[in-house]
């Protein structure tokens, strides 16, 4: 079962050094579901989900990331089930103040873009193939520190009112747009 991660960071348990990942409050990613033409698109919220994100190492970024989370359709199609029987889901979005039809709508959105889908899953920050996917059972040794051990920092997540920082990707995961973003539409700049 897929959940949205609620970690800030690894923290080695001996030395201390800590890794953040690059999402932090305000940090979205979104796939466009309409062409993008202009690096100074205005993007409707309408014409975009957002992308289903999993901490990872990133050897080519060299750091902890995130990466894609692509279920299959398969997944998907479970979790339209789900949503249709009245079940509250939290992946691929919180259903919870969402009504059924809403909810069946936008997971329509979420299979039309899987079947679209032909490149693998990537790190969402060099769009690089090369990582490993961080769990919450790994013990990922310390390399530079002897018998180091990373552990997860869980993260402090509360309101948030600063500004949104978006990235936005085509269906196939290549970043197309970036910037500040508001709460009716996104208006970035690449």
């Not at 479970?78 to 709508?105: L, M, R, W």
């Not at 920050?125 to 920092?153: K, P, Q, W, Y």
Request: aromatic share 12%; net charge negative.
């Amino acid at each position: 079962m897929r959940k949205l991660y609620d970690i800030d960071s690894i923290r080695c348990f001996k030395c201390g050094e800590e890794y953040f990942f690059p999402h932090g409050p305000g940090r979205v990613y979104y796939y466009s579901l309409v062409e993008i033409e202009s690096s100074m698109d205005r993007l409707e919220y309408k014409d975009l989900i957002p992308a289903i994100i999993k901490p990872v190492w990133c050897f080519d970024c060299e750091a902890a990331s995130v990466a894609e989370d692509i279920p299959t359709i398969r997944e998907f199609e479970h979790t339209y089930k789900a949503v249709s029987d009245g079940v509250e889901i939290e992946v691929p979005f919180c259903s919870s103040n969402i009504p059924v039809k809403e909810s069946q709508e936008i997971l329509k959105s979420y299979i039309s873009w899987k079947m679209n889908r032909v490149a693998g899953e990537k790190c969402l920050h060099c769009g690089g193939a090369n990582f490993l996917t961080i769990t919450e059972e790994m013990n990922l040794i310390h390399d530079s520190c002897e018998d180091g051990v990373f552990c997860h920092r869980l993260a402090a997540r509360g309101p948030f009112n600063g500004p949104i920082y978006a990235r936005v990707y085509s269906a196939d995961g290549e970043l197309k747009l970036e910037g500040n973003a508001n709460y009716s539409h996104v208006s970035v700049n690449k």
